[in-house]
């Protein structure tokens, strides 16, 4: 793990699965097992060692992601960035640099579940009236 780009999390672990210290610069850590405010897969040094945190939205994330609601070193909301920052082009989707570690912390947001679903249908859609 200590050289490794890209590292995924998806347990049910309450505590932490690895040491923070172990991520290479530039590493991307990928969260996505537990969502529920009292359990996290990550450690304080992990989030206090990112750039940015990107979550879903952040108003739920920063409640129910146990990574987020128990963070205690170096907590810095400043650097949690949700999807929707991103896609409205008002945070870069790119880190400031090649070294930086970005985490993205997933809880389960029912609307992106809701807004994929409408995509869907309206692609599908469009498929059918060029048939």
Same mark, same amino acid.
């Given at each position: 793990?200590?050289?490794? !780009?890209? $590292? $995924?999390? %998806?347990? &049910?672990?309450?505590?932490?699965? *690895?040491?923070?210290?172990? =991520?290479?610069?530039? %590493? *991307?850590?990928?969260?996505?097992?537990?969502?529920?405010? +009292?359990?996290?897969?990550?450690?304080?040094?992990?989030?206090? +060692?990112?750039?940015? $945190?990107?979550?879903?939205?952040?108003?739920?994330?920063? /409640?129910?992601?146990?990574e987020i609601?128990?963070? &205690?070193?170096? +907590?810095?909301?400043?650097?949690?960035? !949700?999807?929707?920052? =991103?896609?409205? /082009?008002?945070?870069?989707?790119?880190?400031?640099?090649?070294?930086?570690?970005?985490? *993205?912390?997933?809880?389960?947001?029912? =609307?992106?579940?809701?807004? %994929?679903?409408?995509?869907?249908?309206? &692609?599908? +859609?469009?498929?059918?009236? &060029?048939?």
């Amino acid at each position: 793990m200590r050289d490794a !780009d890209i $590292v $995924v999390t %998806a347990t &049910r672990s309450p505590s932490p699965v *690895f040491d923070g210290d172990w =991520l290479a610069p530039g %590493a *991307f850590v990928s969260a996505v097992g537990t969502s529920t405010p +009292r359990n996290r897969e990550l450690d304080d040094r992990t989030l206090a +060692r990112a750039s940015r $945190v990107v979550v879903e939205w952040a108003p739920q994330s920063i /409640g129910e992601a146990g990574e987020i609601v128990l963070w &205690r070193e170096d +907590r810095d909301l400043a650097k949690i960035v !949700d999807l929707p920052a =991103l896609y409205c /082009g008002e945070r870069a989707w790119a880190a400031a640099s090649g070294h930086d570690i970005t985490v *993205f912390k997933s809880v389960g947001v029912g =609307l992106a579940d809701v807004a %994929a679903a409408v995509l869907a249908i309206e &692609r599908a +859609r469009a498929g059918e009236e &060029r048939a």
